[in-house]
């Protein structure tokens, strides 16, 4: 039997372990920036802002906490900075549109790139949030997936695979290279 997941938050994967701990980063939050945690930023004029809504701009990471809505530069703003390899879950669903998605068989080996946009009430009315886009790539491909995952996992529930038939199921996905605003 199919299973409905409910939409949720783009969220950065952290390694868990002791030799493994995640580094945040601070940088200077961009003018009245009213975003949220796990919404994708970027950088202008050396200001961290939201991006824009289809990814077509080079990710400087996800941030930690929401916008201050202030000043430029008058706060920082904790961030999950988007190296190369970065990675995180997010709500699969139909690219440019965030209409309900169902696993096909052939998604297991999505060789291209998809999107990651932004719906303006992916999490109910007013509340946007990010998602990737599967289908044909419409705008900027910025995310490879990983893994097809019925939910977000918890602790160390990494078993759930979604299946053929689900709605809406997470996905682990990798930040692709050229969409990383830090290079190596």
């Known amino acids: 039997m199919a299973t409905t997941f409910r939409k949720d938050k783009l969220k950065p994967v952290f390694p868990q372990g002791a030799n493994l701990e995640f580094a945040a980063l601070y940088g200077p939050e961009g003018l009245n920036q009213t975003f949220k945690s796990n919404e994708v930023l970027t950088s202008t004029g050396g200001y961290l802002v939201l991006a824009a809504a289809a990814s077509a701009v080079a990710w400087s990471g996800v941030a930690l906490e929401d916008g201050h809505n202030a000043a430029a530069g008058a706060n920082n ?48 009315t007013g509340k946007p949030g990010w998602y990737v886009g599967v289908g044909a790539v419409a705008g900027t491909a910025a ?20 299946r053929v038939g689900d709605i809406n199921p ?15």
Not at 77 to 101: K, N, R, S
Not at 143 to 162: F, L, M, R
Not at 171 to 182: G, H, P, R
């Open 77 to 124: 703003v904790e961030y999950c900075p988007a190296i190369p390899g970065f990675m995180f879950y997010a709500t699969a669903l139909v690219v440019t549109t965030a209409a309900d998605y169902t696993v096909v068989a052939t998604d297991r080996m999505l060789a291209a790139g998809q999107e990651v946009e932004q719906s303006a009430t992916l999490l109910g």
């Open 143 to 162: 995310a490879k997936i990983v893994s097809w995952i019925g939910d977000q996992p918890q602790n160390t529930s990494y078993n759930q695979e979604a």
């Open 170 to 184: 997470r996905v682990l996905c990798s930040l692709l290279a050229a969409q990383t605003a830090f290079t190596v």
